[in-house]
């Protein structure tokens, strides 16, 4: 399985991105997505929640980026994405898509993962 994140960049503060991340697998696996998500981390600090959403259920946010920023998920093409609005300069770190799913083997085996992304940068100059 793998993650693959893309969106980052260079924005001036009150800008947008949008980040967006596709998983995929095996061609012989099916995978069933739990949940997904997108977490952020700057240098000396621990990876923090940005935003998840569950496969069928409603979105959940950190305080900080509440009313800001919206995650939504596509299940058909097993895909993520942030909208981030009005942006400032705490903003900026490097963005992980995370996912949570079921990667059912050409065998009929089910194996339940936790995936992350590689990671993408975003950038808010003030």
């Known amino acids: 399985v793998q993650l693959q994140a893309s969106g980052g960049g260079l924005v001036q503060a009150g800008g947008s991105l949008r980040l967006s991340c596709v998983v995929s697998?095996?061609?012989?696996?099916?995978?069933?997505?739990?949940?997904m998500g997108w977490y952020r981390q700057t240098p000396g600090k621990q990876r923090e929640l940005v935003a998840t959403?569950?496969?069928?259920?409603?979105?959940n946010y950190a305080d900080p980026v509440k009313g800001r920023f919206t995650i939504s998920g596509d299940n058909a093409k097993k895909s993520v994405y942030l909208q981030m609005n009005n942006l400032t300069p705490e903003d900026t770190a490097v963005y992980y898509c995370?996912?949570?799913?079921?990667?059912?083997?050409?065998?009929?085996?089910?194996?339940?993962?936790?995936?992350w992304g590689q990671g993408t940068l975003v950038t808010v100059s003030s």
């Open positions: 995370n996912a949570d799913l079921l990667e059912w083997q050409s065998d009929g085996t089910p194996v339940a993962g936790n995936y």
């Open positions: 697998g095996s061609p012989f696996s099916t995978l069933r997505i739990n949940s």
């Open positions: 959403i569950a496969s069928g259920g409603s979105p």
